[in-house]
């Protein structure tokens, strides 16, 4: 049975680096593949220049979204750093969920230390708490006081070069990071895939899983 996929991210290029070879191999299984971006994704640094517009983030999503096979982008109107766990998020959430009939969801791992991420994972937990399956990504590098379990594999030897292209529609992001964001995401899924018997995988927190 064809499964119905929402991914949620809390901006442009969260679910292309935490799940989107996943994705990209649903969308070729024939699975019905929804993508849910909270934020208007632009932000500046700590002396007020801006770094990336929401314009150039939105369009740039929108083509990752393309390149991965996601038909149907959905997007929320909060801003960027201010995200928080209320009932405007969860709203949002619960309405794709329910309209869509979602039965799988991909979203931030709770422990991730970003205040966007953190919130959205929250918000994904409680509007997603009647979905059959849900599993968390992580889509930084940085530290955390809580363990990623690494519980939950999936291969995605034939979809890695997808998900390097998704990474490399946002132009703007690779720019300032110096392809950083490929070479982590790389080495991530080559040592997954290493665990695993395989060439590249994705590994998820498992939060419930029932067929």
Same mark, same amino acid.
């Given at each position: 049975?064809?499964?119905?996929?929402?991914?949620?991210?809390?901006?442009?290029?969260?679910?292309?680096?935490?799940?989107?070879?996943?994705?990209?191999?649903?969308?070729?299984?024939?699975?019905?593949?929804?993508?849910?971006?909270?934020?208007?994704?632009?932000?500046?640094?700590?002396?007020?220049?801006?770094?990336?517009?929401?314009?150039?983030?939105?369009?740039?999503?929108?083509?990752?979204?393309?390149?991965?096979?996601?038909?149907?982008?959905?997007?929320?109107?909060?801003?960027?750093?201010?995200?928080?766990?209320?009932?405007?998020?969860?709203?949002?959430?619960?309405?794709?969920?329910?309209?869509? @009939?979602?039965?799988? &969801?991909?979203? #931030?791992?709770?422990?991730?230390?970003?205040?966007?991420? $953190?919130? =959205? /994972?929250?918000?994904?937990?409680?509007?997603?708490?009647?979905?059959?399956?849900?599993?968390?990504?992580?889509?930084?590098?940085?530290?955390?006081?809580?363990?990623?379990?690494?519980?939950?594999?999936?291969?995605?030897?034939?979809?890695?070069?997808? @998900?390097?292209?998704? &990474?490399?529609? #946002?132009?703007?992001?690779?720019?300032?990071?110096?392809? $950083?964001? =490929? /070479?982590?995401?790389?080495?991530?899924?080559?040592?997954?895939?290493?665990?695993?018997?395989?060439?590249?995988?994705?590994?998820?927190?498992?939060?419930?899983?029932?067929?």
């Amino acid at each position: 049975m064809r499964k119905k996929i929402l991914a949620i991210g809390a901006h442009f290029d969260d679910i292309e680096l935490g799940c989107g070879g996943t994705l990209a191999k649903h969308a070729r299984a024939g699975d019905s593949v929804y993508a849910y971006v909270a934020t208007l994704s632009g932000f500046s640094d700590p002396y007020s220049k801006s770094v990336r517009k929401n314009e150039i983030a939105r369009k740039e999503g929108i083509n990752a979204m393309k390149i991965l096979g996601i038909k149907k982008l959905l997007t929320g109107n909060f801003e960027t750093l201010k995200v928080e766990f209320n009932d405007d998020l969860n709203i949002d959430i619960l309405k794709i969920i329910e309209t869509k @009939k979602i039965d799988t &969801i991909y979203t #931030h791992w709770h422990g991730d230390i970003h205040h966007d991420h $953190k919130a =959205v /994972s929250k918000a994904s937990m409680h509007s997603g708490r009647h979905v059959k399956r849900m599993l968390q990504y992580r889509s930084n590098w940085y530290h955390s006081p809580y363990e990623f379990k690494e519980n939950f594999y999936v291969n995605i030897t034939n979809t890695w070069s997808i @998900k390097k292209k998704a &990474i490399l529609a #946002h132009k703007s992001e690779v720019n300032r990071t110096g392809k $950083k964001w =490929v /070479s982590f995401f790389y080495n991530e899924a080559l040592n997954a895939g290493q665990r695993i018997g395989v060439k590249y995988a994705e590994v998820f927190d498992l939060v419930k899983y029932i067929d």
